[in-house]
C-alpha cells in the first residue's frame, strides 16, 4: 500500500524513529547478504534474526524482537521500508517519537509471538521461521487507517480506496490467507503475523487514540 497525502493536515515536526528503524533494517539486511564478518554467517543470522516456536521454545527470546528488523530479500526489504516511511512518518508526527518507538516495538513483538503461536498450534509447523517488520507496520496502518478513514490509500500500490475499506480488506485478505494456510494452502505469508500487529494498532486505538481525540475535542 502507499499514501496518497493530498489534502492530509501537514505537521512540520521531523521524523526521528522512523529514519533510524530504516537504517537499522538495512544493516540487518547487509548481514544476511553479505559476509563482511565470519562471525556474522548463516547460521548466526538464522539462530538471532528469524522468530518460530522452535526459536522461542530454546531460549532465543530476543528473536520476538530482532526478526522485526530483519529481511533477508530486497523485494521485502524495500516494500517494507516504503510502507514504514509513508505510513510511519506520519504517525510518528502524531503519537511522538517516544509513543511511536513503544507502539511499534510493542505491535513488532506480540506480532512476533502470533506468528509462532499460529505456526505451532494451527499450522502444525512448529519450526516455521519468519522475519520481517511487516507485523509492527501493520499496527501503524491501523493506526492511520483509524485517524485518516477517508483518506486514499492505494491498494498494492494501484487501486485507490477510502483508508477504512483499505484496513478492511487487509485484515480480511490476512483471515483469508490464514484459513487457506491451515487447510494446506496458501501462500508464504506470515498472516498471522500481520493480525497479531493489526491486533495491537485497534486495541491501542480505541484505549489510547480515541480517548484522546474525545479530550481534545471536549478541550477545543
Not at 502444525?124 to 487507517?145: M, R, T
Request: proline share 3%.
Amino acid at each position: 500500500m502507499a499514501l496518497l497525502r493530498g489534502h492530509m493536515i501537514q505537521n512540520q515536526t521531523r521524523s526521528i524513529a522512523v529514519p533510524v528503524i530504516l537504517v537499522i533494517n538495512i544493516i540487518i539486511f547487509i548481514l544476511w547478504n553479505f559476509r563482511i564478518s565470519a562471525f556474522f554467517d548463516l547460521q548466526f543470522m538464522y539462530n538471532n534474526f528469524l522468530v518460530s516456536y522452535t526459536a522461542i521454545a530454546d531460549g532465543r527470546y530476543w528473536t520476538l524482537l530482532t526478526s522485526v528488523f530483519s529481511h533477508n530479500t530486497i523485494m521485502h526489504l524495500l516494500l517494507n521500508l516504503f510502507v514504514l516511511k509513508s505510513f510511519g512518518t506520519v504517525i510518528e508526527q502524531i503519537l511522538g517519537t517516544a509513543r511511536f518507538v513503544t507502539f511499534y516495538l510493542i505491535a513488532g513483538i506480540f506480532s512476533s509471538l502470533c506468528h509462532a503461536l499460529v505456526s505451532a498450534y494451527l499450522l502444525g509447523e512448529l519450526n516455521l521461521p519468519a522475519l520481517g517488520a511487516s507485523g509492527a507496520i501493520s499496527g501503524i496502518v491501523i493506526i492511520f487507517c483509524f485517524l485518516f478513514p477517508k483518506e486514499k490509500i492505494l491498494l498494492l500500490g494501484i487501486v485507490p480506496v477510502p483508508a477504512y475499506i483499505g484496513a478492511l480488506l487487509f485484515i480480511g485478505l490476512d483471515v483469508w490467507g490464514l484459513v487457506a494456510q491451515a487447510e494446506g494452502g496458501g501462500l508464504p505469508i506470515g498472516h498471522g503475523a500481520h493480525l497479531g500487529g493489526a491486533l495491537v494498532g485497534i486495541i491501542y486505538c480505541f484505549f489510547f487514540v480515541r480517548p484522546n481525540l474525545a479530550r481534545s475535542r471536549m478541550t477545543a
